[in-house]
């Protein structure tokens, strides 16, 4: 059943404190390493049973987390480190286990925009000729899709908190207010833009991996003290989750993997759509032709998609401040150090024989040209030109 080694004769699995856990996750594609681990069994292979818990939000998520009827979560990048630092709700210590996946986020627009932009008229003219405000979602206000989709619009010369106005629902709900026009655009996870372009009520126009490439986008996440109290369970769940995410990198293992996703439990949509989002596809999208393919959602990459990485949580503090969330300047090292359970996931990977140190640091071009190579955050978040110094907008 397994495809990893699970165990070395010098480093036996010690068993979890707690073999139940409830477990949270939003219906996504990228919610996929839980579903996999149940339909495989991963969990019992490694002490584990897990109860997965579909939630409606990524508030839901996050106000379950905390209250600790979740023991677990996928959750936002970004949502993990507003709860650390208090932004528009309650802080807590929290914990980033691993990287659940990279890539596999979008933008879409409405078809009187899309057509717009393939004519050649730039972002800002074509929002301007609605006549108001247009009206972009985003799935929470400290989340990865508000980061993407603030940056896209920055790099497009449009400000995202004075030229537009940003909402958030849940993303099953977008390609729906997008048909009934209470929507220009939004920006979430797939397979949503496959629904809306499916039921031709938009056109996706830009990929996350074309904003950046390969960037982290869900993380494993739980309490901190969870890890204190139970580490062995911690890392058992690690390990449960990294031999999910290798058996979907495989690709003889994608039209499976959309059944299962497909179930009325789960997605409860087309298989064939879901398989869409799975695999590469170009996005014909006037200015955009320039850009990369779409690169789809990544779950492993030989592990190396899965190291919770401290300059990814940099990242994100790079952009609350820039964009007014995060007043403070101090200790972004020291934050993203204790998020990062690089030591439980290390120990979850040894076991399982899979490289357990950090992937090599590189630096990474994002879509506006400017470089990220979580040197200096600080520095980064300060020298764009479109940014919010004295933002006083609300986070609720």
């Not at 818990?53 to 990524?58: A, E, H, I, N």
């Not at 979560?73 to 929290?94: C, K, N, R, S």
């Not at 629904?195 to 494993?220: D, F, M, Y």
């Not at 032709?289 to 990485?309: E, Q």
Request: proline share 6%; hydrophobic share 40%; with cysteine.
């Amino acid at each position: 059943m397994s495809t990893l080694t699970t165990m070395t004769d010098s480093t036996p699995f010690l068993p979890p404190e707690r073999p139940h856990l409830r477990v949270g996750y939003v219906a996504l594609i990228d919610s996929a390493p839980f579903i996999v681990a149940k339909q495989m069994g991963f969990d019992n292979h490694h002490g584990l049973t897990l109860e997965l818990c579909k939630q409606p939000s990524w508030a839901a998520i996050r106000d379950k987390l905390l209250s600790g009827e979740l023991d677990a979560a996928q959750t936002l990048y970004g949502l993990v480190y507003g709860v650390q630092i208090g932004l528009g709700g309650p802080q807590a210590d929290m914990a980033i286990l691993m990287t659940l996946n990279r890539n596999g986020q979008a933008i879409t627009v409405s078809n009187r925009l899309a057509d717009l932009l393939q004519r050649g008229q730039s972002l800002k003219n074509a929002l301007s000729s609605i006549g108001r405000k247009a009206i972009f979602a985003q799935t929470f206000p400290t989340g990865t899709h508000a980061m993407w989709l603030n940056y896209w619009l920055a790099a497009n010369d449009v400000h995202p908190l004075t030229d537009i106005e940003s909402i958030v629902i849940p993303p099953s709900q977008m390609p729906d207010a997008l048909a009934q026009g209470e929507l220009d655009g939004f920006c979430a996870g797939e397979p949503w833009h496959a629904v809306a372009e499916h039921n031709r009520c938009g056109r996706t126009i830009v990929s996350s991996s074309q904003i950046w490439h390969n960037h982290p986008e869900k993380a494993l996440a739980c309490r901190r003290e969870f890890t204190a109290l139970y580490p062995n369970t911690a890392q058992a769940l690690i390990r449960t989750i990294l031999e999910s995410c290798q058996w979907i990198e495989n690709a003889n293992n994608k039209i499976q993997l959309s059944t299962w996703l497909a179930k009325p439990e789960y997605l409860k949509l087309s298989a064939d759509l879901i398989h869409s989002r799975l695999i590469t596809h170009a996005i014909d999208s006037g200015e955009q032709n320039a850009m990369p393919p779409r690169s789809p959602v990544s779950f492993f990459t030989d592990g190396k998609s899965n190291y919770p990485l401290p300059t990814d949580g940099l990242w994100f503090l790079s952009q609350f401040y820039r964009w007014g969330l995060l007043k403070s300047t101090n200790e972004w090292n020291h934050i993203v150090n204790h998020v990062c359970q690089t030591t439980h996931y290390a120990n979850a990977a040894r076991q399982l024989n899979l490289v357990s140190t950090p992937p090599e640091a590189t630096a990474s071009q994002l879509i506006d040209g400017q470089i990220w190579d979580g040197s200096n955050a600080l520095a980064y978040s300060e020298h764009f030109k479109i940014k919010a110094s004295n933002f006083k907008g609300s986070l609720h």
